[in-house]
């Protein structure tokens, strides 16, 4: 496992080097706007598939079987296939023209006020500073994982921070570049790394077919149709979860760094090759995973699979895997927050980087797991942004005013939810116990409201052609 983790943290190290010596100090933030078709898919791919997609989603397979893939796998695959040809190739088009590269700035241009871009670019930090911190801690729970097997063990602190100077360093170093080209490494390492993983699970238990049998004796549930039936609401709140790519903020800036509208198609056309291949995966990870233990175990089944297997080589795999998938996500999230506090685009300042990692990995081994829980409220947020943001995209101006009373609006019913479910209780929060969570109702409202700025934008627009004539 040693050695294979040792290659790992060389080929990366070698694709960094590489990367920094040829991108050009100016070209710290935007990559030149020169990322290619190929690339660019394996960028979004990485950059969105956090820790979920090899930790959650096998934890979430172990008790519910394809209810994960159904319910946000599938939704996954559809939504954010439109979202990037709605909003990405429009951002790209815009971004080169305009010369932006944050959600605020996109903002600013189409309301005219750069308190509306403020207000945009503070929300998506306190949203995004949670998905931070939950890669960092749990890249430093598989290192600690790794060196405990060698009977050595470093406090979480240490492991955490040697996954924070990681990442930090080939960010810092490389900027947009290294990060483009270290994410489509890690984004192969991880979807051939998860289909092995799964492939090597069904071969240990006799194949396809039998593994499926012993499979069904133990959790029949799991092949009943009318079992994933029982909460629609729970599945309707796991897809409207998938909304939130549209507004984030590392998302956008990959978006605003293609070298054309017309590179997205592959990032269109494939996207959901790619979800089917990890989401299936994943899940069977998670569910073949009820034939190594008798019960859950209390840490996440695919990390939990490292010492149970026995065998170096998938259990290296296993950990590459998850690390690769953690850091794909974790490095463009961090370069896209400092970038938010940038002054402009023409002076490079990396001081951002360094206070937005220092924050983040004090968080990070401050919190407890209860972290985990405040990553899908943060999704929730930004799943409310992405309607408003998409007016901002596909309109060539903006009501500012009622762009503020519509955020102001997320804000207040975002915090409400919030505050409810502390009072009674996080986890399996929903209102009025239906099963819906507050993402549907806050996406609802942010639609209702953006559909009332296109309205409005297009009166303005008639009232300006009568005036003119």
Known sequence: MLIILTLYLAMLSMVAYGSMKSAPREEFYTGGRKTGSWVLLLTLFATNMTSISLIGVPDQAFDSGFMVFISMGVSTALIVPFLFHTMGRKVCEQSRRYGFLTQGDLVHLK???????????????????????IGLKGGGEVLSLVFSSYQLTIPEYLSTGVIALLVFGYVFLGGMTTTSRINTVQAIIFLVGAFYIATYLFSKWGGFSESLHLLQTQKSGFFNPSDYLPNPGN???????????????????????????DHFK???RLYPACILILWLSSSFIGMLSNLEFAQKPDEPVIIALIGDLNNEFVAGIIAVSVLAAIMSSL?????????????SQKSIEKMPLAIMILLCYALAICTTGNIFQLG??????????????????????????????????????WLGFFMHALAVGFSSYSILDTGIAPVVPLVVISALFSLLLVVTNQKDTTQKAIHIR
């Open 235 to 261: 599945t309707v709140s796991l897809a409207f979860l998938a909304i939130s790519v549209g507004a984030f903020p590392h998302i956008f800036s990959h978006w605003c760094t293609a070298k054309s509208p």
């Open 111 to 133: 309301t005219g006020s750069k308190s509306s871009g403020a207000m945009i670019s503070s929300i998506s930090i306190l949203f995004l500073i949670p998905y931070i911190v």
């Open 376 to 413: 899908v409220w943060s999704l929730a947020g930004f799943a409310a942004l992405t309607p408003l943001l998409m007016v901002c995209v596909r309109q060539n101006s903006v009501n500012k005013v009622l762009f503020n009373i519509s955020l102001a609006v997320i804000v207040i019913l």
């Open 266 to 268: 592959q990032s269109i």
């Open 331 to 343: 490095d463009s999230q961090l370069l896209g927050a400092s970038l938010i506090f940038q002054k």
